[in-house]
């Protein structure tokens, strides 16, 4: 019984340490959101100031409709990385993929900020084949612009199938798509990488990194990317506490690991001055 005791607090004294090691180090985020309904309650330089007061260097950054990713970038332009979202409001989210303005509507807004990427967009199943997808497939492979789709395992397929050479996050690995799913795909699919917020199962009832997880990361510490979602205003209001959930699983990582999910995938795929 003492050993076991023993063991948990070498353990819990382990994970503090290295959580305040990367804390000190900072994180890239892959998945922020600064849409309208946060405006006036969160103005610019304060969700910029929220963002580095949780140690978050970089920020992938989109929203609804795309001029919100275009005000944080005008704010910190080292921070922020902004993702053309191909959204006009909340309502075109259930109709982009089938409207035949949108090529247009991305074409004008790429030329107003450096944008690096268009999503992250929400399509599912065969909707990802449609031709408007495909012309954004298109300008996307034109100007070598990542894309970050939030899909089904069917849309994310037909993603990939039509995207290539196109560098793809795929939005929250899926939630809780099985974890042989994903290694398949990576395996199957060299450009795909995954980003991390919501995702079911890498940790298990008390917070420790699952042996499935911890076999994947280190499988392929390539192809992961930090993300915490602030798509609603309460999100931002827990961004302390999901950045300090995923510095906690991120500890039990060995230190190259968690600096390439943290920070360096992030880096590979958005170098700092690309676009300035």
Not at 47 to 56: F, T, V, Y
Not at 96 to 124: M, T
Not at 249 to 270: K, T
């Amino acid at each position: 019984m003492k050993s076991k005791t023993l063991t948990i607090l070498l353990f819990l004294c382990y994970v503090i340490i290295q959580t305040a090691l990367l804390k000190a180090a900072g994180l890239h985020d892959a998945h922020i959101h600064y849409s309208q309904d946060v405006w006036s309650d969160l103005p610019v330089a304060l969700a910029i100031d929220m963002l580095k007061q949780q140690g978050i260097e970089r920020a992938l950054v989109s929203a609804t409709p795309t001029e919100g990713a275009e005000k944080l970038y005008h704010e910190a332009p080292q921070l922020v990385v902004p993702m053309l979202r191909p959204y006009k409001n909340w309502r075109h989210r259930f109709q982009w993929f089938n409207d035949p303005s949108l090529k247009n509507y991305i074409q004008q807004h790429l030329q107003r900020v450096p944008y690096q990427g268009i999503g992250e967009f929400h399509v599912f199943g065969n909707d990802a084949l449609s031709s408007v997808v495909k012309q954004v497939i298109a300008i996307a492979q034109e100007k070598q612009l990542v894309l970050h789709a939030h899909s089904d395992y069917e849309g994310i397929v037909n993603l990939l199938n039509n995207a290539d050479k196109v560098k793809l996050i795929w939005a929250h690995g899926g939630f809780d798509v099985p974890v042989d799913t994903i290694r398949a795909l990576l395996v199957d699919y060299p450009e795909l990488y995954i980003e991390l917020s919501y995702r079911e199962g890498i940790v298990d009832s008390q917070n420790k990194l699952t042996i499935e997880w911890y076999r994947l990361f280190t499988e392929f510490p390539d192809r992961f990317l930090l993300g915490h979602d602030t798509y609603k205003p309460s999100r931002w209001a827990e961004l302390p506490e999901l950045v300090d959930f995923s510095r906690s699983w991120l500890s039990q990582l060995p230190v190259d690991i968690r600096q390439a999910i943290s920070r360096n995938n992030f880096d590979y795929l958005f170098p700092l001055n690309k676009g300035s």
